[in-house]
């Protein structure tokens, strides 16, 4: 026995009590059993009492879990009884719901549920028992979400809280140069920036925009538009359904910017609060809270998932792929908190993020004809001291061909682009920045999002374009000074606007 369901039915009226009553109602659960469970599963009914308007019963099944069985009996119940005794059902509820699943290694920390629950472990196996499931927890399948959710975090812990998995793929090509200081700074310092007004927010003042934007062209030009990528133009608030679609809103609530709608615009509703204001020029959080609801969305945190709704459910022709989309418009908001810095590591920033979908086979064509693109871009133009790595992020690790210890299994999974900050110290012990990525997801977001081929199977990926990180890539390698850029930068970026004296 794996899994034993322990349950109580309530009805609207009495049955006959002891043995008459569990007469009439046991060839119903028992059919209910055989029909859901089938012979295979063993399942079977190894208790039941009937005392009253109340039946207890007990489900036990190997494989299959029993809460199908139980709502088909309650259906059936409700049926018969109807008919014959004219009793209805007035409530379902699971005392215990108890299951047996092996988890190897066996979690060296406690693991948590927000539901009342117990855990414990017989050898390699985790016995997990759910109390007090109502009808919707069970028709919901809460059992099975929660065994995920116990295995998930036992696989987070053998991993040792490590989110990603590191190798070097393409060594970088030294190149030595003069400038050592922090790109933001010297920024600051010449007031191409300025911090604020709100965390982790720059304003670009010309000469900085004229860099950033010039970045943004280099992109679209030597990689996009060569590859065919065509411009769409997105929203800017993500829904919350998105979100729990991608996993993004289960993996990361505490990185959102969160959007909160006016609970009216009648400005009568709102003279107490504009009245404060006048009077005393401050802002009156408390009475502002009463006026705007909870959240109801996010502020873009990447571009991919707004574009896997514009195709949900939706089935792409053949011809139209790969389709070779890039958004341009949505801004990265993301609350990075702790780990703020300069214009590295900011709470906005502008990013372009080509998406794409197409056969396995053609992604990895296309991913093959992005490196060629991008390092054309990183060696050519930008003259950049860059390398590559193959990182698996957490979601990916359990996927099949993601390459995490044998090299030629790497298909699924991202390309990390990282560039080396002088300013930071040495190539061999400071941290590189990631200034791009580039992945491919197999059917994680298609079939999430139910997105199908006419034919075959249908992938997808993306690659973020941080223009902020290029900008700081090469500026930290470059520096400051126009003269000392690379001569086809300096083509693409026209000569630079004069920025503002201040006195
Ligand atoms: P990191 O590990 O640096 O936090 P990430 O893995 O969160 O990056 P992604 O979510 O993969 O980044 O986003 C893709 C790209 O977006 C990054 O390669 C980078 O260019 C850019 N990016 C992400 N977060 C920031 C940030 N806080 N500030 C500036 N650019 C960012
Ligand atoms: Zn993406
Ligand atoms: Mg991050």
New binding site residues.
């Given amino acids: 026995m794996e899994n034993e369901l322990v349950a109580e039915v309530v009805l609207s009226g009495a049955l006959p009590e002891g043995p008459e009553g569990e007469a009439l109602v046991r060839p119903i659960a028992e059919e209910a059993v055989a029909q859901v469970l089938g012979a295979k599963s063993e399942g079977a009914v190894s208790q039941l009492v009937v005392r009253g308007e109340r039946i207890a019963i007990t489900l036990t099944s190997t494989g299959a879990r029993p809460h199908q069985a139980l709502l088909s009996f309650v259906k059936r119940l409700q049926d018969r009884l109807g008919r014959s005794h004219r009793v209805g059902i007035r409530s379902l509820r699971a005392l215990h719901y108890t299951v047996r699943f092996p988890l190897d290694p066996v979690p060296a920390q406690p693991i948590g549920l927000p539901i009342p629950h117990e855990i414990w472990y017989e050898g390699t196996t985790a016995v997990l028992t759910l109390s007090e499931l109502d009808e919707e927890a069970l028709r919901d399948n809460w059992i099975d979400r929660a065994v995920a959710l116990v295995e998930e975090k036992a696989r987070r812990q053998a991993y040792q809280g490590k989110e990603q998995y590191w190798a070097l793929l393409k060594p970088a090509v030294v190149r030595p140069g003069s400038f050592r200081e922090d790109p933001t700074e010297a920024m600051i310092r010449r007031g191409w920036v300025r911090n604020g007004p709100t965390k982790g927010k720059w304003f670009l003042g010309p000469r900085a925009a004229h860099v950033l934007r010039a970045m943004e062209r280099l992109a679209r030009r030597e990689v996009l538009e060569p590859l065919g990528f065509s411009e769409v133009v997105q929203p800017h608030h993500d829904s919350f359904d998105i979100l729990l679609r991608t996993g993004h809103l289960a993996g990361l609530p505490g990185e959102f910017y969160y959007v909160a709608e006016p609970r009216t615009r009648d400005p009568g509703a709102w003279e107490r609060f504009t009245d404060l204001v006048k009077i005393t020029r401050q802002v009156p959080t408390e009475e502002l809270a009463k006026l705007v609801g909870p959240p109801s969305a996010v502020s873009c945190y990447?571009q991919c998932p707004t574009v896997y709704w514009w195709l949900s459910g939706r089935t792409i022709a053949e011809g139209s792929l790969p389709l070779k989309v890039y958004d341009r418009t949505a801004i990265?908001n993301?609350y990075?908190s702790g780990g703020r810095h300069g214009l590295?590591?900011?709470?906005e920033?502008h990013?372009i993020e080509p998406v794409y979908l197409g056969t396995p086979e053609q992604l990895l064509a296309l991913r093959e004809e992005l490196l060629a693109r991008y390092t054309q871009v990183f060696d050519n133009v930008l003259e950049l001291e860059w390398r590559t790595a193959w990182v698996t992020p957490f979601y990916l690790q359990q996927s099949g061909g993601v390459g995490v210890e044998d090299a030629t299994e790497r298909i699924q999974g991202t390309i990390d682009f990282e560039a080396y900050l002088p300013y930071r110290g040495s190539r061999e012990e400071s941290e590189w920045l990631?200034?791009?990525?580039l992945s491919i997801v197999g059917d994680k977001y298609t079939k999430a999002f139910t997105i199908r081929p006419q034919k075959g199977l249908l992938w997808s990926g993306c690659s973020?374009?941080?223009l902020?990180?290029w900008t700081t890539a090469f500026l930290a390698q470059k520096g400051l000074d126009p003269e000392g850029w690379p001569s086809r930068f300096r083509e693409i970026a026209g000569p630079p606007p004069p920025d503002p004296t201040f006195l």
């Fill in positions: 990447a990265s993301r990075e590295e590591r900011v709470d920033f990013r990631e200034f791009q990525n973020g374009i941080g902020e990180r």
